[in-house]
C-alpha cells in the first residue's frame, strides 16, 4: 500500500522595487492618456517658444524683461502638460478596476505608490529636461540681438530648473488625483491654480502670491529673481507644496478601499 505526500506549495516571490518600477514604466508606455501628455510637453514646449521667436522674435520682441524667462517662457504651457501626465498616469489606475490588478501584483501599497510617483517624476523630469534645453536653444536661435547663450548668467540654472519645475508640476498633478481619484477634478483644480489664481492674489496680496508652487519654482527661470525668495529657496517652497499633495494622495490611496 503506498502512500501520497502532498506537496506544499513554493512561497510567493516578494516584489522586488526593481519590479514595481519595471511595471509602472510599462503602464506609463502603454497607457495612451499618460504617454500622449508626456509627448505633449515636448510638443508644446518646443512649439511654443519656435512659435513666438520665429514670428515675433519672442515674448518680449523689444528685449524688454528678464532675459532667462524670456528664453524659457515655454515653461508657462508646457507645465498644464506635465500636469496632466501626472494626473493621467492616476486616472488609469481607477478606470475598470485597474487599481485592484495593481494591487494583486504588487500588495504592499507603500511601494505600489512610491514606485509610481518615482517612475512618473523620473520620467517628467528627463522629458522636462529635454523640452528646455531644446527649447531655449530653438528659440535663441531666432532671438535675433536680444539672444543669450547657455553660459549667460541664470541660463544653464534656468535650463535645468525648467526641468525639475516641469517635474514638480507632474507630480502635484500626481498627488491631487490620487486624493480625488479624477483626473478631470485635479486638471479643474490645477489649471486655473497655475495660471489664474497667482494674478488674482498677487493683485490683493504680492507677498503671499509668490509663495504659491508656480511663483516659487518659477524663481529658477529668472536670471534676477524678485521678491523674498531665491532661486533654491523658491524650489524648496515648491517642493514642500508637492511633498504636501503626494502625502494627500498616500493617505487617500492607505485609507480608503479601492
Same mark, same amino acid.
Given at each position: 500500500?503506498?502512500?501520497a505526500?502532498?506537496?506544499a506549495?513554493?512561497?510567493?516571490?516578494?516584489?522586488?522595487?526593481r519590479?514595481a518600477?519595471?511595471?509602472? /514604466?510599462?503602464?506609463v508606455?502603454?497607457?495612451r492618456?499618460?504617454?500622449?501628455? &508626456?509627448v505633449?510637453v515636448?510638443v508644446?514646449g518646443l512649439?511654443?517658444?519656435?512659435?513666438?521667436y520665429?514670428?515675433?522674435g519672442?515674448p518680449e520682441?523689444?528685449?524688454?524683461?528678464?532675459?532667462?524667462?524670456?528664453a524659457?517662457?515655454?515653461?508657462?504651457?508646457?507645465?498644464i502638460?506635465?500636469?496632466a501626465?501626472?494626473?493621467?498616469?492616476?486616472s488609469?489606475e481607477?478606470l475598470?478596476?485597474?487599481?485592484?490588478?495593481?494591487l494583486?501584483?504588487?500588495?504592499?501599497?507603500g !511601494?505600489l505608490?512610491?514606485?509610481?510617483?518615482?517612475?512618473v517624476?523620473?520620467?517628467a523630469l528627463?522629458?522636462?529636461?529635454?523640452?528646455?534645453?531644446?527649447?531655449?536653444?530653438?528659440g535663441?536661435?531666432?532671438? $535675433?540681438?536680444y539672444?543669450i547663450?547657455?553660459?549667460?548668467? $541664470?541660463?544653464?540654472?534656468?535650463? &535645468?530648473?525648467?526641468?525639475?519645475? !516641469?517635474? *514638480?508640476?507632474?507630480l !502635484?498633478?500626481?498627488?491631487?488625483t490620487?486624493?480625488?481619484?479624477s483626473?478631470?477634478?485635479? *486638471?479643474?483644480?490645477?489649471?486655473p491654480?497655475l *495660471?489664474? &489664481?497667482?494674478?488674482?492674489?498677487?493683485?490683493? /496680496?504680492?507677498?503671499?502670491?509668490?509663495?504659491?508652487?508656480?511663483?516659487?519654482?518659477?524663481?529658477?527661470?529668472?536670471?534676477?529673481?524678485a521678491g523674498?525668495?531665491?532661486?533654491?529657496?523658491? *524650489?524648496?517652497?515648491?517642493? !514642500? /507644496?508637492?511633498a504636501?499633495?503626494l502625502?494627500?494622495?498616500w493617505w487617500?490611496?492607505?485609507?480608503?478601499?479601492?
Amino acid at each position: 500500500m503506498t502512500t501520497a505526500t502532498a506537496t506544499a506549495p513554493a512561497p510567493a516571490r516578494a516584489v522586488t522595487v526593481r519590479t514595481a518600477l519595471n511595471s509602472e /514604466w510599462i503602464k506609463v508606455r502603454s497607457a495612451r492618456s499618460s504617454f500622449g501628455s &508626456l509627448v505633449a510637453v515636448l510638443v508644446v514646449g518646443l512649439a511654443t517658444n519656435l512659435a513666438l521667436y520665429a514670428s515675433v522674435g519672442g515674448p518680449e520682441p523689444d528685449g524688454r524683461g528678464d532675459p532667462v524667462f524670456r528664453a524659457l517662457f515655454h515653461t508657462v504651457y508646457a507645465q498644464i502638460a506635465a500636469v496632466a501626465f501626472g494626473a493621467t498616469a492616476v486616472s488609469s489606475e481607477y478606470l475598470n478596476g485597474a487599481l485592484r490588478n495593481s494591487l494583486a501584483a504588487v500588495p504592499r501599497r507603500g !511601494l505600489l505608490y512610491a514606485a509610481k510617483a518615482a517612475v512618473v517624476g523620473g520620467t517628467a523630469l528627463a522629458v522636462g529636461l529635454v523640452t528646455s534645453f531644446a527649447a531655449f536653444f530653438a528659440g535663441q536661435a531666432f532671438a $535675433g540681438e536680444y539672444a543669450i547663450g547657455i553660459g549667460a548668467p $541664470g541660463a544653464l540654472r534656468g535650463c &535645468l530648473g525648467a526641468g525639475a519645475y !516641469l517635474a *514638480l508640476m507632474a507630480l !502635484l498633478g500626481f498627488g491631487l488625483t490620487f486624493l480625488l481619484r479624477s483626473a478631470v477634478g485635479s *486638471l479643474s483644480i490645477l489649471v486655473p491654480a497655475l *495660471l489664474v &489664481l497667482p494674478f488674482l492674489v498677487g493683485d490683493v /496680496w504680492p507677498r503671499a502670491a509668490q509663495y504659491l508652487p508656480d511663483r516659487a519654482a518659477g524663481q529658477l527661470l529668472h536670471q534676477t529673481p524678485a521678491g523674498d525668495l531665491g532661486p533654491w529657496t523658491g *524650489l524648496g517652497v515648491a517642493a !514642500l /507644496w508637492v511633498a504636501a499633495a503626494l502625502a494627500a494622495g498616500w493617505w487617500s490611496l492607505r485609507r480608503r478601499d479601492v
